[in-house]
């Protein structure tokens, strides 16, 4: 069980690669007020529609980094930068494209360093304002190009403690140990069908 703080703090630490606010400060308090309102009328265990990741079907191949950074050159660059590093708004307070690697981005930590929700999110997402998504990336191209921007450097967060039972880390955990045999690089790109089919023997 998490409480509404830990998963808040969790992004401030991980996917912002900043610090936990105060439990008492009135910025957290109005994300708890906020989070509880738009949620008043979801039943429990109900999946709001359009609420989480999609994961795309998975390869029968380890996930390709230099086929990745095609795709990227010619879908993301222009916003997120040839370097990952994102663009800075007018007002110089924030970033109106958030950074993909680099010492702003997001760190090993995040929901974002595992493949599949890198692959799911911007498969469902980006490139941002096309929603119609005439030009939705494939399977093949969602999954490279998560390899290619995962392979870059990003901050280190300390996460040996995030699983204490390891057979219960997610089959694309790029960090062991692990409770079967499979390589640290396997389990960061794939192929991930052996992994899953070695879990559930
Ligand atoms: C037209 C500009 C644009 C393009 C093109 C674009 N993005 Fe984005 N991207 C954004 C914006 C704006 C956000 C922030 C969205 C938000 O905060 O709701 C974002 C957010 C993201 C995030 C979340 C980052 C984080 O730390 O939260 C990822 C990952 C991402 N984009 C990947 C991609 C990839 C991969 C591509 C190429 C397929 C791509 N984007 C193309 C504008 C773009």
């Not at 599949?116 to 490139?127: C, K, L, R």
Request: a neutral charge; proline letters at 7%; one cysteine or more.
């Amino acid at each position: 069980m998490e409480s509404i703080y830990k998963r808040v703090s969790d992004c401030f630490e991980r996917s912002l690669n900043g610090s936990a606010l105060d439990s008492n400060s009135r910025e957290f308090l109005a994300i708890e007020a906020y989070i509880k309102w738009v949620g008043k009328d979801v039943a429990k265990n109900e999946h709001p529609k359009g609420s989480g990741i999609k994961i795309p079907e998975l390869l029968n191949r380890a996930a390709d980094p230099v086929h990745g950074k095609k795709i990227y050159t010619t879908n993301c660059e222009r916003c997120h930068g040839s370097n990952g590093e994102g663009q800075i708004n007018p007002e110089q307070n924030g970033y109106s494209y958030p950074p993909l690697w680099g010492n702003h981005s997001y760190n090993t930590g995040a929901g974002l360093y595992r493949l599949s929700n890198f692959a799911g999110f911007v498969q469902s997402n980006m490139p941002f304002n096309e929603i119609t998504h005439h030009n939705r990336l494939t399977n093949e191209e969602a999954w490279d190009l998560a390899a290619y921007v995962n392979s870059q450097p990003r901050p280190v967060f300390a996460e040996q403690h995030d699983w204490p039972d390891v057979s219960k880390k997610p089959f694309d955990h790029p960090f062991g140990p692990y409770a079967d045999s499979f390589s640290e690089q396997q389990h960061k790109y794939g192929p991930f069908q052996p992994i899953i089919q070695s879990k559930k023997q």
